[in-house]
């Protein structure tokens, strides 16, 4: 029979026209703590902040929403930002010993979607420097830059060096200027015989301009020596002879003394009068904690108060034996003492003060500390220095990422409810003061609506997100743990320290205060969150971990103490010849336990053996939830407390899911001895030939035939995948929907689990008062008539044994039914129940609709046979046109394990756009990805960040915003149209990216053709494979008769006219 594959038509303009309305690929904005940061800054006339990273990425931040971002073209780390204040601009010292000039420009306008918008303001390099090395050996050393210093003109940039000498350049030209230049030897020639000892000073370790004197330089050598230097004329002012290893310098404000820290762990200050030109000993000198040895001060500051008492923090210091392994910040003021105890190394820190000349005192209002995992905000203005809540720059991986999950369109109640829970949670923890870092200011509408973003943790927490912006804000913190007994329980009584006056004398001092939210250390593995699901109408919240733990939260505003329902459920259902040999369940707690206002716990359900949760499903509206591992999936009514259902999936040679991760050489070991065992029966198998006959000769001609026949052209032949792959049985994706299982007539509620292996199964659910004329056929009013009831109904295996990524019911129209409550509630158009529903499947390797309830093939894609990739993730999205407000088309998202996406109309599977969004050696980014119903989707680039990407042309996130300069925002027409991200991406600022004409032709065509797909405005003709081939699927129908059976078979030859290969017991 003839086989018609594709009929191509040329291109339809109107259609490239509604593709390019609905379809753009934007890079729009990364959310989180950036990945080990190395530099801090702050911009007290602009009030922005700047963080550098060792990628070699600049980050500036302003009030929230207010976001600049610029990397450098080598990937080298940041070792120092200055900003020139009040300019909107920066400059950057990297490892590589070269200084950079950064600004902020205004873009020229764009056009995104067939609409104007205003050009976007981004962070440009516009000049570099590297110092000129001396000849000889010692060149690359001696001109190694160890501190900058901007005078407070910002014409002259001063440059400490390894050697010791000091370099000024002219700003912003960054050009040398010789004559200024201070050799080491020029200030050794006036130091005291009995001082310089011929020994070196050593490197220059701080360079400060004096706060009254402009032009007059305070220089720091590591030796301990510090110089007054007059930049006008050229001489040394003053000398002040310290004899412990400098680390830091810092300015009192009147300029009468200046305090100098050191690697002993002390600070001393020295007075700075007009009649000593030689100072030996500094007014005073303390270490304050020791006597023992102690750890470096590596930065101080020293801050003036109208109280009288100035401000003291320092970094480092601690007692080496005791505390040498602390991250600490001392904060002093009189008698107020405390240490901030961090959990990461400290990096920089800065405090919010006044700078203007007029005023008389600093009067600090905030100290920011930014730290190698987090950013910490002190209040100083209110008593006891509580940290301030941030905005943004929350450390997403406080304990690591295990999953996401995004709610769009949030209800203003669940919303609501969801803030108070948090800020119950905050309590007096937080300081009332206001964000110091506010510069800018964000012109971003208001969005329409509100977004959630949910992060499950490695230590037992869910995080809520607020994602409607370009801040990512925390809302809430949801901790499993007092559901369990673990080794750190929360709810056990803890050992008072004040009976034990030994404990006692230890807290006394130093006086920590642990600060800070990043925890990477988890009392127990087991907690892990692996699948989360939310009902926001019924405000259900499915939480699953890695210990086979599923539970079942609604939301209260009030405390509550109570004991939460165990159901134990067996997926081997006594399957014999399996042992596990993983960790052990998590023993839940008896006893009532205390649950704060929030997602209180109601139903713990436990998975034997407990393996970890690989798929979930919630359909609230029917009480329901389902779960899967790598044993099985489960059904059970959270209402009821009942377990409806359990399905064994292991394959008799799955003995690798009985191994749990503790395992795991065991199970590596038995892979590589299958693996040999594999390649040594290939070759045996290929050493027989079999005799040559006319017989076998004439097989092999029509066996090469059909292969020619079966493979396309643009195809690759896709070898089956063995049944007795390890972990064949994990349950890869759940899936409810109220469709036509049973006859087309019929309605119900279904249950459809997919494998590993390529097998799908579908359950016909009694579930009262749900469907069409099923609950009254049951007849009664006893117990057992209110109970669910699930039939096996369809079993498919697909052809090749690829991993089932997802599976989607369509109704009549070919729409993805409406979520529970969406229908029933009249919050979305209502299904088509008239017409023939279909099943979307989605393989590692095919896309493939099934009409139902037959469950015979209307259409497919075979992705890896036509692209060469596997599918990693499925998402079905609404794009809105950017053109018309009321038309919106369906379309199938697919991310592969090369990182691009590819965009299919549905239920059609017409390719519409295909671009490039993940580097493919990404595996955690495409792993992490998560998509909205909108267009748009997130996946980390790093622990702790990220990247939020739009495919909507209409629907994008992204900092719109301004900053008030003392210079002009020059339109510079950028030469190839894009700004550089951090991540080493490009973000187009001019609109190629939107789908405009000057865009590569293959961001907006067919990876297949350049022909119109899937339009009512087009007369492409794309039937893949409609004809003539055989169906492989092998489909088990376990509800028909056998009458019924026959003439389902009889309707698929006489409509389809195909070979029959669908199986129907």
Not at 202 to 212: A, C, I, K, N, T
Not at 865 to 886: I, N, P, W, Y
Request: charged share 20%; proline share 7%; glycine share 8%.
């Amino acid at each position: 029979m003839m086989k018609f594959r594709f009929r191509r038509q040329g291109t339809d303009p109107q259609r490239e026209k509604i593709k390019q309305e609905l379809f753009a690929f934007n890079k729009t904005v990364e959310h989180g703590f950036p990945h080990q940061p190395s530099a801090l800054a702050f911009d007290p006339k602009l009030e922005l902040m700047a963080i550098g990273t060792k990628s070699g990425a600049i980050k500036v931040y302003g009030c929230p929403g207010v976001e600049f971002t610029g990397l450098h073209s080598e990937t080298t780390a940041v070792t120092q930002i200055h900003f020139l204040p009040g300019q909107g601009r920066l400059l950057s010292l990297l490892d590589d010993n070269t200084i950079h000039l950064w600004e902020l420009v205004a873009g020229a306008p764009r056009e995104v979607g067939g609409v104007k918008k205003e050009g976007l303001i981004s962070l440009q390099e516009v000049n570099s420097y590297s110092l000129p090395g001396r000849p000889g050996i010692e060149s690359c050393s001696a001109t190694r830059v160890t501190v900058l210093l901007l005078l407070r003109s910002c014409d002259l940039l001063c440059i400490g060096t390894e050697g010791g000498g000091v370099y000024f350049l002219e700003l912003p030209r960054l050009s040398l200027k010789d004559n200024l230049t201070l050799p080491q030897d020029q200030v050794t020639q006036s130091l005291p015989d009995e001082y310089r000892c011929g020994k070196s000073l050593g490197p220059v370790e701080s360079l400060q301009e004096h706060p009254q004197q402009p032009g007059k330089i305070l220089i720091g050598y590591s030796r301990g020596l510090v110089v007054l230097w007059d930049l006008s004329t050229r001489h040394t002012e003053q000398l002040f002879l310290g004899k412990q290893q400098l680390e830091s310098l810092v300015w009192e404000r009147s300029g009468n003394l200046f305090v100098s820290s050191h690697n002993d762990g002390g600070y001393s200050v020295w007075p700075v009068t007009n009649g000593n030109a030689c100072n030996q000993q500094p007014v005073s000198s303390t270490i304050p904690y020791g006597p023992f040895p102690c750890k470096a001060i590596n930065k101080i500051l020293w801050r003036t108060t109208q109280t009288g008492s100035p401000v003291l923090l320092y970094s480092g210091g601690m007692p080496r034996a005791s505390y040498g392994d602390r991250h600490c910040l001392t904060i002093q003021q009189n008698k107020e003492h405390v240490t901030l105890d961090f959990t990461s190394r400290v990096i920089d820190f800065f405090t919010v003060h006044n700078v203007e000349q007029e005023k008389e005192f600093d009067d600090p209002s905030a100290v920011v500390v930014l730290l190698e995992e987090e950013l910490v905000v002190i209040d100083l203005q209110t008593p006891g220095w509580p940290s301030l809540p941030t905005p943004y720059l929350a450390p997403l991986h406080s304990s690591a990422i295990t999953c996401s999950f995004h709610v769009s369109s949030v209800p203003p109640k669940l919303w609501e409810r969801l803030v108070n829970a948090g800020k119950a949670q905050q309590g007096r923890q937080q300081a009332h003061g206001s964000w110091p870092i506010c510069g800018g200011k964000n012109l971003a509408l208001p969005p329409k609506q509100q977004e959630l973003l949910l992060t499950g943790h490695e230590d037992g927490t869910v995080r809520f997100w607020d994602a409607s912006g370009v801040a990512l804000t925390p809302l809430y913190k949801l901790s499993t743990a007092n559901v369990f007994h673990t080794d750190c329980d929360p709810c056990d009584e803890p050992h008072d320290p004040s009976d034990d006056p030994d404990m006692q004398q230890e807290e006394e001092w130093p006086p920590f205060r642990k600060v800070g939210c990043f925890d990477p250390y988890s009392d127990d593995p087991r907690l892990g969150i692996q699948k989360i699901s939310l009902c926001k109408y019924s405000n259900k919240l499915l939480v699953a971990g890695t210990a086979g733990q599923v539970i079942v939260l609604g939301l209260s505003d009030e405390r509550s103490d109570h004991t939460v329902d165990v159901s134990v459920v067996d997926l081997l259902q006594d399957r014999e010849g399996f042992t596990w040999k993983g960790h052990d369940r998590l023993e839940p707690r008896l006893k009532p336990a205390p649950f704060p206002p929030g997602f209180q716990p109601q139903v713990l359900v436990q998975c034997m053996p407990p393996a970890s949760v690989t798929a979930v499903a919630l359909h609230a509206e029917w009480n329901l939830i389902s779960f899967g591992t790598s044993h099985g999936f489960g059904l059970f009514d959270y209402h009821r407390r009942n377990a409806v259902l359990a399905r064994c999936t292991l394959h008799p040679n799955d003995s690798l899911a009985m191994e749990g991760p503790l395992s795991r050489v065991k199970s590596l070991k038995k892979s590589l001895r299958q693996s040999f065992r594999r390649i040594r029966k290939s070759r045996v198998s290929g050493k027989k030939r079999p005799i040559t006959t006319p017989t076998s000769k004439v097989q092999e001609a029509n066996a090469a035939l059909a292969e020619q026949e079966d493979v396309a052209p643009i195809q690759r032949r896709i070898e089956p995948r063995s049944a007795d792959d390890s972990l064949s049985g994990v349950v890869r994706c759940l899936c409810f929907a109220d469709t036509f299982l049973r006859d087309g007539t019929h309605h119900g509620a279904t249950l459809w689990a997919g494998t590993n292996s390529g097998s799908v199964y579908a359950y016909a659910l009694e579930v009262p008062g749900v469907g069409s004329g099923r609950v009254c056929e049951r007849g009664g009013a006893g117990e057992s008539s209110v109970c669910v009831e699930a039939v096996l109904g369809k079993e498919i295996q697909l052809m090749h044994r690829a991993p089932v990524v997802s599976i989607s019911v369509l109704d009549g129209r070919g729409k993805p039914l409406p979520d529970p409550y969406e229908a029933s509630q009249d919050l979305s158009i209502a299904p088509d129940m008239t017409n023939a529903h279909s099943v979307l499947i989605a393989s590692e390797e095919q896309l493939k609709v099934f009409s139902l309830p037959k469950v015979s093939a209307k259409t497919k894609f075979k992705l890896t046979a036509h692209e060469g990739c596997r599918v990693r993730k499925v998402a079905l999205v609404v794009f809105g046109s950017t053109a018309q407000e009321d038309y919106s088309e369906h379309t199938l998202v697919c991310l592969t394990n090369l990182g691009d996406m590819h965009l299919f109309n549905i239920p059609g599977l017409r390719p519409q756009v295909r671009y490039d969004c993940i580097r493919k050696e990404d595996i955690s980014g495409i792993a992490s990805c998560v998509f909205t119903k909108n267009g748009q989707g997130f996946y980390l680039i790093s622990p702790s960040e990220y990247e939020r990407f739009s495919l909507s042309a209409k629907v994008v996130t992204e900092p719109l915003c301004s900053v008030q300069l003392d210079r002009s925002l020059e339109h510079t027409p950028a030469s190839d149209g894009t700004t550089t991200q951090a991540n080493g991406t490009h973000k187009n600022q001019m609109g190629q990216a939107e789908g405009q004409t000057e865009e590569p032709p293959s961001a907006l065509s067919s990876p297949l053709m350049d022909t119109p797909l899937d339009s009512p405005l087009s007369c492409a003709d794309l039937t893949l494979d409609s004809t003539g081939e055989i169906t492989v699927e092998d489909v088990r129908d376990f509800l028909t008769t056998v009458d019924e059976a026959e003439n389902n078979l009889k309707n698929i030859k006489e409509e389809d006219g195909r070979s029959t290969g669908i199986l129907i017991n």
